[in-house]
Structure formats: structure tokens, C-alpha cells
């Protein structure tokens, strides 16, 4: 790796070739005088704090040509007014510490540079996200800013043995990668495996942040839809699984956590059944898990049902359509999946001022002229509209998506073929879900399988909080 030489005007030369400041606008090229020596500062323009620049410049222009020491380490001792500095003579990494918005220094005769740390970088608020909102709790939420979304979990775990190794990954965008940890949690093995993955990642970039890096560190097959890890907005949620013995990845211009390992039920839990008592949780718990199924199951044991409507005993009669059925009733369930998704899209990208005007459209559309037209049943629009509301009761788009493919299997497979049908795709849906597997290796399926009587409750019923008074329980 090539170093810098100590010859302000060699090592001047190459970072100015290499950076054009020219051609580069934001790209700051500094000289200077310090102790009587020439010297150059390099720095990224809107990343860089302005004044701690000033005030590290000022204090350089005051030093005195013979209380100049003759090695970079005297002076970084004795010279530098600031906390976070550090000194590199490779030039590669100087460098990525540059384009990573640090201030680097080069000074004659000095064979290593200095980095400053005088970061600030521009980002939003940390306002409640949009996706992970609760009834009750913090309204607080990762930003883009690697750094302020480490703060955000210290600030919660007021604890020496949290650790947070930072790696960067990508051969052009150097990403900064966290892991974060509880010294003694996680098994070694698995903490190990994550290192090893993240450190030998070949890739050219992460240009979808946490996407791109899940792809890389996990390759799951893909006709298995269910997601694969935990992803969470809330400091408050990542802070939690880190005292469970987690591990957090972290990735810079990302708000979210990737929380690993993360089975089916981690995926499903969410922050509100603890900000209730433990009554009310355990019923918003249960009743997620039923509407969860009800989101799975309606409409296709409604087709199943509609395939034997000449043996339907007069009781269950009124779930026959009141209308005549024009379009068949896959079809139109099928129609309306791809519409909902279409209206969801919209929804993304209409402005804010104009998705009162799409609601009342698609109201319109999707109500009284759908069925006015005769393509669509009001019976068939009633389940749909029960099984879209189901949908959104999940925290997890990636697990929402998950059901609606496994939900339209279901209507195929029963259109098709009846009841035969009907349980062929039940058992593929088992056999996926029992197959996947966490990054870790375990089962998807914990503590199901393997069978935890006493995990199994912890995941249905929501206990008290363990604590004591005094010594006593």
C-alpha cells in the first residue's frame, strides 16, 4: 500500500491529482503555514463543521516555528486542540477517511497525516418514522446518520459492555457498516460468522443500503418469500433486542436496524404489546396472530366454499352471492390483489395534496361502479376489503408481501382444484416456512421447533417486566 513520503510538495501533488479540487468543487484544498512549515488541509465541503475548522486552523497559525517538534506523535500529543484525531500514512487511507468526510492534515516532513474528526453530516430529524408508529412510547427514530443512530441506542443502554464495531464495505462507496453487540450475549460462533461475512463482502457498492448488504450476507433461496431478517425504525425496539442478545447491523444512509437472528415469531413482535399492561398486550398479540391468518385463509376458503356451492347446507347459504356472478370469482380476486398493489404504489407517489382527491377516486372506482359494472360482487369486495386492512395490521411489508404469495397460491390451487387443492397448498406453505432457516442456522420456526413449552408462552402471553425490590421479587 503506497505511503505518504514527508514532501509536502510530493504528497501535495498526488492528492491533488487524485482529487482535482478543480474539477471537484467540494473537494477544499487548504494550504498553510504551521511552525514555520508548509502544510495542506484537505476536507469535504457540507460535510465538515465549519467552525471546529476554523478554530483547529487558528490555533495551527499561532504555533510558533521553534516550539515545532520534529515527529507527527509530538505533535498530535502536543499541538492538536481537538479530541478525535488519529494519524495514517497510507495514503488509501487517508483517502476514504477524506471521502468519508473527515479533515485530513499533511505537513512537511511529517510521514503520516493527521485525521480530524470534524464531521456533520447533513441529515433529517429524528421524528417518529412514518412506518413504525405506536399508541403509547417513544416518538423517536433512526435518521440516515450512522453516527446520531448509534447515539439514539446509547443513549437507551447506558452500559459499558455494548460494543459497536464499525467496517466499511463496497469497493466504491465504502459504506460504514455496525454491528452492535452485548459483550458475552450472542454466541461467539454466530458473532464470528457476521464479522466474517460483513469483513469478506466482495461487492462494487451497497447502493440499496441494507437490501444490498442482506443479499450479500444471506442467500436464501428465492421462491421462499418470507423474510429473512428483523428490520426496525425504533431505537426504543433495537435497544430491547439488544438486551435479549441480539445483534444490530447498522448501515450508514439507512434509518433502519437489521436485528439478526430473526425468527417468524420476532418478526411478528412488535414494540406496542409492551406498552401496555401485560392484559392488553397479550390481546393485541393474540389478535395480531388472528388477523394474521384471517389475512391468509379468507378469500381463498371463500373460493373453497363457492367450489361446493351445491352442498352448502341451508344455514351457510347467505354466503352464496346475492348478484350474478359474471367474471369468475378467482379472477376477480385476482384483479383486485394487482389493484390494491397498484393503489398502494400510487398512494407512494402521489404528493401529500393530493391523496385525499386519490382516496375519494379509488373510493369511487373500487366501490359502487366496480360493482355497478358487473365485474365484481359486493361479497367479493367485502373480503378483499377485510383481508387488505388484515394485510396492514403487519409492521413488516416484507411478511405482508409473504402472505399475499402465499395467499394467491392458495386461490389457485383451490380454483383448481377443490379441497385437494385447498390442502396441497397448505402443506407447501409448511413446507416453506418449516424449511427457512435464520442467518444463524436455527429454526425459522422457535420455540415450535424445536418444542419450548415455557419459550412458546413467553412468545403468546405478555409477562411482567422482572424486576425486585430491594433483593425480593
Not at 365484481?376 to 411478511?399: I, P, Q
Not at 424449511?435 to 405478555?462: C, D, H, V
Request: net charge negative.
Amino acid at each position: 500500500m503506497e505511503q505518504i513520503t514527508g514532501t509536502i510538495q510530493t504528497d501535495q501533488g498526488y492528492f491533488h491529482g487524485v482529487l482535482c479540487p478543480e474539477k471537484t468543487f467540494d473537494v477544499v484544498e487548504r494550504p498553510l503555514i504551521i511552525g514555520g512549515k508548509k502544510a495542506v488541509l484537505y476536507s469535504i465541503n457540507g460535510f465538515t463543521d465549519e467552525g471546529s475548522v476554523q478554530r483547529i486552523v487558528q490555533f495551527f497559525c499561532g504555533v510558533a516555528e521553534k516550539d515545532m517538534p520534529a515527529t507527527p506523535g509530538e505533535f498530535l500529543e502536543g499541538f492538536t486542540p481537538y479530541g478525535d484525531v488519529q494519524t495514517a500514512a497510507e495514503t488509501e487511507k487517508l483517502l476514504t477517511a477524506l471521502l468519508s468526510g473527515l479533515t485530513i492534515l499533511l505537513i512537511d516532513g511529517y510521514w503520516e497525516g493527521l485525521i480530524f474528526d470534524c464531521r456533520e453530516y447533513p441529515s433529517r430529524g429524528v421524528q417518529e418514522p412514518e412506518k413504525d408508529k405506536v399508541l403509547r412510547g417513544s416518538r423517536d427514530g433512526f435518521a440516515e446518520n450512522l453516527v446520531v443512530n448509534t447515539a439514539l441506542i446509547r443513549r437507551r443502554i447506558r452500559d459499558p459492555r455494548l460494543r459497536t464495531e464499525i467496517y466499511q464495505v463496497g469497493v466504491r462507496s465504502r459504506t460504514d457498516v455496525a454491528i452492535l453487540y452485548m459483550e458475552g450475549g450472542p454466541e461467539e460462533g454466530f458473532l464470528k460468522k457476521i464479522r466474517d461475512r460483513i469483513q469478506t463482502v466482495h461487492v462494487d457498492a451497497l447502493t440499496m443500503n441494507q437490501e444490498s448488504l442482506a443479499e450479500c450476507i444471506y442467500r436464501a433461496p428465492w421462491y421462499n418469500p418470507l423474510p429473512k431478517f428483523r428490520y426496525s425504525e425504533r431505537p426504543d425496539t433495537t435497544a430491547a433486542c439488544l438486551l435479549e442478545n441480539n445483534v444490530v447491523v447498522l448501515v450508514d444512509n439507512s434509518p433502519a436496524a437489521m436485528i439478526l437472528p430473526s425468527s417468524v415469531f420476532d418478526i411478528v413482535e412488535e414494540i406496542d404489546d409492551y406498552y401496555f399492561p401485560p392484559l392488553t398486550g397479550t390481546y393485541i398479540r393474540l389478535s395480531r396472530a388472528l388477523v394474521a391468518l384471517v389475512s391468509l385463509y379468507l378469500t381463498p376458503l371463500y373460493v373453497l366454499v363457492m367450489s361446493y356451492a351445491d352442498r352448502l347446507p341451508p344455514a351457510l347459504e347467505f354466503l352464496l352471492p346475492a348478484e350474478t356472478v359474471n367474471v369468475p370469482i378467482l379472477l376477480q380476486l385476482l384483479i383486485l390483489e394487482l389493484s390494491i398493489d397498484g393503489l398502494r404504489l400510487a398512494s407512494v407517489n402521489t404528493p401529500s395534496m393530493l391523496s385525499t382527491p386519490l382516496s375519494i377516486i379509488a373510493g369511487i372506482v373500487l366501490g359502487d361502479f366496480s360493482v355497478k359494472s358487473g365485474w365484481f360482487n359486493t361479497d367479493v369486495m367485502l373480503y378483499m376489503a377485510v383481508v387488505t386492512v388484515a394485510n396492514y395490521s403487519h409492521s413488516s411489508f416484507e411478511l405482508g408481501y409473504a402472505i399475499k404469495f402465499m395467499r394467491i397460491l392458495l386461490l389457485i390451487m383451490t380454483s383448481a382444484f377443490g379441497l385437494c387443492g385447498f390442502i396441497l397448498a397448505t402443506v407447501v406453505i409448511l413446507v416453506l416456512v418449516v424449511r427457512n432457516k435464520t442467518i444463524a442456522g436455527t429454526s425459522y420456526l422457535y420455540p415450535l421447533i424445536p418444542f419450548r413449552w415455557s419459550k412458546i408462552k413467553e412468545r403468546l402471553i405478555r409477562k411482567r417486566l422482572p424486576h425486585s425490590y430491594g433483593g425480593n421479587s
